[in-house]
């Protein structure tokens, strides 16, 4: 089988920068599907953006494919044939159905009768003739919400196409995409090097298009230039840029060929806090803002041009130009903001509705603040500086800066509480009520802090669960899960001791009449719980450990959080298989019983060896577990149990539970009824399985 390797190249317009690499490794994913379900082999996959193209390339390809043999079963021999051996109507129509007679048909033996059977040799296909359609069903599949159709051309987009081609090795794949004939015509850089053209072999597209296009196709590559110009760059003025993650993928989106370069502002600007500075740097115009060793902004930024200029300077201070009037809007906006205090701010609160049905942000705050004093009071906080950043926490949303600039919300309440001589601890707890803000973020560890931000996101999900517009399928407008995740991860991160259902009582009470719906409480305990075991999956913890506990309902969180771990641990011992049957054997005996449980076991009454030594053994170990259970030292309890797991062997060998003497009976059952809620103290064991 011969192979070559297979180049397509959809030249366009401008692509979104946010989603270029989505749209390529979605397309690549896409067409080597297509190639496996027609059976292509091939070597290695690989795909390339830039701005204005997605391409992929496919080495080692297989130019055709295989030949097959099918194999088309006929009828049954015994129903294909008279009883004067002629052939019936459903045999002669089987195999003109197939081109041939019925005597030019096979036979094949099965253990289930003889069957008439057709081998057809099918010839492969020409990987060419079947380039274009995989190519176009796998455009067709690219995740694009708003496709766009331009001149008068009918097909859609994500942006309008100019050039298509399509490359088996030095062949040119004839076809169209996207309603454009394939052509060896590729574009390079708008302003260097060639403005178009004809590419000779699928192998040299990178370089072709480096060389003559002046375009870096290769998108990681692209990226790692940056990465490594940006941190050289920021080495020369004693920095360290500030390259996050998602600016530097978009960076990377915007420029065919970077060329990074250093810029500065006036040092006045740096009296305005950073993180407005940075905000408008990286948000508006793509710029990496420069810190120095101590983590202080210092009065440059790295920005990354799109074109190699003869005169670079002109490039930085047009760049510099461009930034210095969002610097400047704020500084303007800061020194404006600081002639007002907070707390003078709170009564413009009241003009905004934070939701209909729960009234405005006033009202917000001051159920805050009460909620934040109460949550204060359970963890040992300040419970003044709690309700007074409670208070003040929406009031920097009526800031100019914030207006201006808002993901600087709570950032920028810190800086004007420290301004307005609120204390450190208000401050704190001001920037940090939102979090955390995404998956990984780290959350609040100080107590005035942590105990505002759970009355945030506490507020929230009382209030929204209360006028019954719970999250449904994958809308969720008021981000309740991330919330929901937030209060779990605040309070078992810290091993704070709260009780969800004291939460979200206080937190419904605040609510006042506002609230609708009379299972709000029991419904905001579901999804708290709910996102328990979403949680622990997602840390590779296994579903019937998270049932074990879930089925103990236990309602604070760093006391769920140390269950779980105890029986994950329990799990990974050797005993834990053979208790866990044990109890589920107990859990179904117990469960046929009518009425309530015997619990008093009566030593007179223990006949058999077997059942004196569990009880024995149980009688042992309750003083050791009692202080364990109280103290949540569930993992040294469960090991302690562990160790009855001979003891119950032994019972369940030796001895009959449903004995015919009642007596005998009820004080077997207190027996296995005491053994299994001393289990019970952590976890319902008998779901592991």
Not at 120 to 127: L, N
Not at 287 to 311: C, E, H, M, Q, R
Request: glycine share 6%.
């Amino acid at each position: 089988m011969k192979h070559q390797n297979l180049l397509i190249e959809i030249g366009t317009e401008e692509l979104p920068p946010k989603a270029l690499r989505t749209l390529a490794e979605s397309f690549l994913a896409n067409f080597t599907e297509e190639l496996n379900k027609a059976d292509l082999a091939f070597e290695k996959s690989l795909w390339f953006a830039a701005p204005r193209r997605l391409a992929l390339k496919i080495d080692g390809l297989a130019v055709a494919q295989q030949d097959k043999v099918v194999e088309k079963r006929g009828p049954a021999v015994s129903s294909a044939f008279d009883a004067e051996g002629k052939p019936t109507k459903a045999a002669e129509g089987w195999a003109r159905g197939n081109g041939i007679t019925v005597d030019q048909a096979e036979r094949l033996a099965t253990d289930k009768g003889e069957w008439l059977v057709y081998r057809a040799k099918v010839e492969g296909v020409q990987t060419k003739t079947l380039v274009p359609a995989m190519a176009q069903r796998a455009l067709d599949k690219l995740p694009i919400p708003k496709p766009m159709r331009w001149g008068a051309n009918k097909t859609q987009f994500i942006r309008p196409v100019h050039t298509v081609t399509m490359l088996m090795g030095d062949e040119l794949i004839a076809g169209e995409l996207l309603g454009i004939e394939s052509a060896r015509t590729v574009r390079g850089h708008r302003f260097m090097g060639e403005s178009s053209f004809e590419l000779d072999h699928a192998d040299n597209y990178l370089a072709a298009l480096l060389e003559r296009g002046k375009v870096m196709a290769d998108y990681e590559a692209r990226k790692a230039i940056i990465k490594a110009d940006a941190l050289k760059a920021a080495e020369q003025i004693g920095g360290i840029p500030n390259i996050e993650e998602d600016l530097l993928e978009e960076v990377t989106s915007l420029v065919e060929w970077p060329v990074v370069l250093t810029a500065s502002f006036e040092d006045k600007f740096l009296a305005v806090p950073a993180e407005a500075l940075v905000y408008t740097m990286k948000g508006d115009q793509k710029y990496f803002p420069v810190f120095d060793t101590a983590g202080k902004l210092l009065p440059n930024f790295i920005f990354v041009s799109n074109i190699v200029s003869k005169d670079p300077q002109q490039i930085i201070s047009g760049n510099e130009k461009v930034v210095r009037p969002r610097l400047a809007d704020a500084e303007f906006f800061f020194n404006t903001d600081k002639k007002q205090t907070l707390e003078s701010r709170l009564a413009s609160l009241e003009t905004v509705v934070f939701q209909q049905k729960l009234g405005t942000l006033k009202a917000r705050v001051e159920r805050i603040s009460k909620l934040a004093g109460f949550i204060a009071a359970g963890i040992d906080a300040n419970i003044a500086d709690a309700e007074r950043a409670g208070l003040l926490s929406k009031c920097d949303l009526m800031t100019n800066m914030v207006m201006e600039f808002t993901d600087t919300q709570g950032t920028m309440g810190m800086h004007y509480a420290r301004l307005d001589g609120e204390t450190e601890a208000v401050a704190m707890a001001l920037e940090e009520q939102y979090k955390p803000k995404f998956s990984g973020d780290t959350v609040p560890t100080a107590g005035v802090s942590c105990a505002v931000a759970l009355a945030e996101k506490l507020d929230t999900l009382t209030g929204i669960f209360g006028i019954g517009q719970a999250p449904k399928g994958a809308a969720d407008p008021f981000a309740l899960r991330r919330a929901a995740i937030g209060v779990l991860r605040i309070i078992v991160e810290n091993k704070l001791p709260l009780d969800l259902v004291e939460l979200i009582a206080k937190g419904i009470e605040l609510h006042g009449d506002n609230l609708t719906n009379a299972n709000a409480g029991e419904e905001v305990l579901e999804f708290l719980m709910a996102r328990f075991r979403a949680w622990y999956q997602d840390k590779g913890i296994s579903t019937d450990v998270i049932l074990a506990v879930l089925a103990r309902r236990p309602t604070r969180p760093a006391d769920f959080d140390a269950r779980i771990l105890a029986v994950a641990h329990f799990r990974t011992m050797d005993e834990a298989l053979a208790l866990a049957a044990a109890n589920k054997r107990v859990s179904n005996i117990l469960a046929k019983v009518e009425g309530e449980l015997p619990t008093e076991i009566k030593p007179q009454l223990l006949t058999e060896a077997a059942e004196q030594a569990l009880a024995a053994k149980l009688a042992e170990l309750q003083p050791q577990l009692a202080p364990l259970f109280a103290a949540g030292e569930y993992q040294q309890a469960l090991t302690l149990l562990a160790s009855l797991r001979n003891a119950v062997d032994a019972f369940f060998e030796d001895v009959m539970v449903m004995a015919d003497d009642m007596a005998l009976r009820n004080n077997r059952l207190a027996l296995l009824n005491q053994l299994r809620e001393q289990f019970l103290h952590v976890a319902d064991i008998s779901l592991l399985q």
